[in-house]
């Protein structure tokens, strides 16, 4: 599966991205709010990698849980696919576990992602092509 991006979490968005830039990343997508998230996220671009800066806003956010688990470091790789259904069935059969359920993503013009966890693997995310 072709990579998308790299989830990185943020206990502070403005700061890791100032420490981003620094090492050559670019802003590709200026910061915005996922409101069915809770999150302020902002993509980064280093030549072809591509990195998710997210920062959970509220302690109602799904990712709320994770700051505390990570702080600030990777936790996701996001694979593209054909079908998401498809996948995520597929993926089931491979011991993968939906954790968050086919949702529009605002911040990647809406297109539909899904969050699975395989205790071998941790959490990846998967978003329709
Ligand atoms: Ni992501």
């Known amino acids: 599966m072709k990579i998308h991006h790299v989830g990185y979490l943020a206990k502070n968005i403005e700061k890791t991205r100032k420490k981003f830039l620094e090492l050559g990343y670019g802003v590709e997508r200026e910061v915005m709010y996922d409101e069915y998230r809770q999150i302020d996220i902002e993509f980064l671009k280093n030549g072809d990698y591509r990195v998710e800066l997210i ?14 688990r990570f702080k600030n470091s990777p936790y996701h790789f996001c694979y593209e696919v054909a079908d998401l259904e ?12 939906v954790i968050q359920e086919i949702a529009p993503a605002p911040a990647i013009d809406g297109r539909k992602v ?4 395989n205790i071998s693997m941790g959490i990846i995310e998967l978003v329709e092509a």
Do not use: A, I, R
């Open 55 to 68: 920062q959970p806003k509220s302690e109602d956010s799904p990712m709320f849980p994770l700051l505390k």
């Open 86 to 97: 498809q996948s995520v069935e597929e993926l089931s059969q491979m011991g993968y576990t």
């Open 114 to 117: 899904v969050f699975l966890n």
